[in-house]
């Protein structure tokens, strides 16, 4: 094992970079995508009809092709096209468009939406009516009771499912090596081509994937056991007997 | 904190606090009101009893509009509810905006509680006064720990309703209702889903609410706690009122003597 090429200045800038955009990447597709997942599971629930279908294709169309074909057919597909649209190069919004990162989230916001779309959906559903009864009898508006009522406890419901969804996006990010994105994964390969060492950079960012799947873990068990309301039994930190 | 929050007086108005009139309402095929008429003053106790699928929950949950009657007409608090109607004279759509506003007014003690269990004890309180009424929390807070003391639950102010018994959850979910200061209180079986013990501690708290003048409106099973509390019994038998007036008269109804026979 050879580790010598820690101490170059060059590679600990790689992997920083790598680090802080695959950071970057998870927090702004989670962000967004649990956005995207809560109007999803809305216009599933709720939607006049025409969005409701529209809501279910696009849950099916995307969790029913793979994540990397997505990442290229919108990187290289839509991004190639959207550059023969006349004027867009002048545009402000070139910058954006040719950056590899705007297509990586976009394409990790739109898994999120269509999976948390469905966890979120599920367990909007097996909120008691009654609660929600509840709300509308005491003079609470729609709005409100979305808001207050129905989406806190939804979120309550599915929050362990929620984790493990950010853990598997965690582990979708090195898919943008592909594209040209300075990831942890980029930064391990081109460590690996001009040392031509092949593991000792994999099982180092292989190391800090797991750290920071545990931290993630850790952290957002802490969010679950102060959620409001929660029953005794289940504050235990970490979820085994 | 509690010392600051006096309850305002009730209005003396003559005027009844809910008014229904030929109230009609199916489930698909089934009638389950056939047109009910109801009347509850200012400041009586009025309960509605019968047997199961009676149609006592519909009539009470259209006196909220819960459920929306399919004809009739309905007043809460002196006001006509403003509904829809297609040529025919069905109801088919009703004004959101009286309906929140007359809603503040009837609130309802359910049967399941029905608490809110990510918010606190005193949060499941305040939340309609701040968010209907837009009281201050400050306001809305005297107000709730004034009924938190009344049902006795004010040392649990903080609890969640996960860590409370059943006859807890409903005696928070009375405090609930009363903290909007409503014209009438509707009670929705409040004793059924409590075990034999924690149903008197329940009967206690609406019965001091009764001796203290407040208007409601109760469904129940509990024929000798109606019997007692009502001034006026109502008999639903399969969606019409087989017989209405003083505990006393209905009682001794013949036609429902069958029914109330065993706990009288």
């Known amino acids: 094992m050879d580790f010598s090429w820690l101490s170059d200045p060059f590679y600990q800038e790689y992997l920083w970079e790598g680090f802080v955009n695959t950071?970057?990447?998870?927090?702004?597709?989670?962000?967004?995508?649990?956005?995207?997942?809560?109007?999803?599971?809305?216009?599933?629930?709720?939607?006049?009809?025409?969005?409701a279908w529209l809501a279910l294709a696009f849950t099916t169309v995307i969790r029913g092709t793979p994540l990397l074909v997505q990442l290229f057919f919108f990187y290289y597909g839509v991004g190639r096209l959207l550059e023969g649209v006349p004027g867009i190069r002048e545009s402000a919004f070139w910058p954006l468009l040719r950056d590899p990162f705007f297509f990586g989230a976009l394409t990790f916001i739109l898994s999120v939406g269509a999976y948390s779309g469905e966890v979120i959906r599920g367990a909007m559903q097996s909120v008691p009516r009654g609660e929600l009864e509840a709300g509308r009898a005491f003079g609470l508006s729609g709005v409100q009771v979305l808001t207050r009522l129905w989406l806190p406890r939804a979120i309550q419901l599915c929050l362990p499912t929620l984790t493990g969804e950010m853990i598997l996006l965690l582990k979708s990010v090195p898919l943008v090596s592909t594209i040209a994105l300075m990831d942890l994964l980029q930064a391990a390969n081109i460590i690996r081509d001009e040392t031509f060492l092949v593991y000792e950079p994999l099982l180092l960012i292989a190391g800090i994937y797991l750290a920071t799947t545990i931290v993630l873990t850790l952290g957002l068990r802490l969010v679950e056991l102060n959620f409001p309301g929660m029953r005794p039994t289940r504050r235990r930190w970490l979820p085994i007997r | 904190m509690t010392a600051s929050f006096e309850p305002s007086p009730r209005p003396q108005a003559a005027a009844p606090a809910v008014a229904a009139h030929h109230l009609i309402k199916h489930f698909g095929d089934l009638e389950v009101l056939k047109g009910v008429s109801l009347e509850v003053e200012e400041g009586t106790v009025t309960s509605i009893i019968g047997s199961s699928g009676s149609g006592k929950s519909t009539l009470l949950r259209c006196m909220n509009l819960l459920e929306r009657?399919?004809?009739?007409?309905?007043?809460?608090?002196?006001?006509?509810?403003?509904?829809?109607?297609?040529?025919?004279?069905?109801?088919?759509?009703?004004?959101?905006?009286?309906?929140?506003?007359?809603?503040?007014?009837?609130?309802?003690?359910?049967?399941?509680?029905?608490?809110?269990?990510?918010?606190?004890?005193?949060?499941?309180?305040?939340?309609?006064p701040m968010r209907v009424k837009g009281l201050s929390r400050r306001?809305?807070?005297?107000?709730?720990?004034?009924?938190?003391?009344?049902?006795?639950?004010?040392?649990?102010?903080?609890?969640y309703p996960a860590f409370l018994s059943g006859g807890q959850q409903q005696r928070v979910a009375i405090a609930r209702a009363l903290a909007m200061e409503p014209r009438l209180l509707l009670f929705d079986e409040p004793t059924s889903a409590l075990d034999p013990e924690r149903v008197n501690e329940v009967l206690g708290v609406i019965r001091d609410l009764a001796d203290e003048g407040r208007t409601m409106l109760l469904v129940t099973h509990e024929m000798h706690f109606a019997r007692e509390v009502s001034d006026q019994l109502v008999y639903l038998d399969q969606g019409r009122i087989a017989a209405s007036g003083s505990s006393q008269d209905v009682f001794d109804d013949p036609r429902c003597r069958r029914f109330v026979a065993p706990a009288a």
Do not use: C
């Open chain 2, 69 to 128: 009657p399919d004809r009739g007409e309905l007043a809460i608090a002196d006001e006509a509810i403003r509904f829809t109607r297609n040529p025919q004279g069905d109801i088919v759509g009703l004004d959101r905006r009286q309906l929140q506003r007359l809603r503040a007014k009837v609130t309802m003690v359910f049967q399941q509680f029905n608490l809110w269990p990510h918010l606190s004890v005193l949060g499941n309180v305040i939340e309609a």
């Open chain 1, 23 to 51: 950071l970057w990447l998870l927090a702004v597709s989670a962000v967004g995508g649990l956005i995207l997942a809560v109007g999803v599971a809305l216009a599933r629930l709720r939607g006049p009809r025409p969005l």
């Open chain 2, 139 to 159: 306001r809305a807070t005297a107000i709730g720990e004034h009924y938190l003391e009344r049902v006795g639950m004010a040392d649990r102010r903080d609890a």
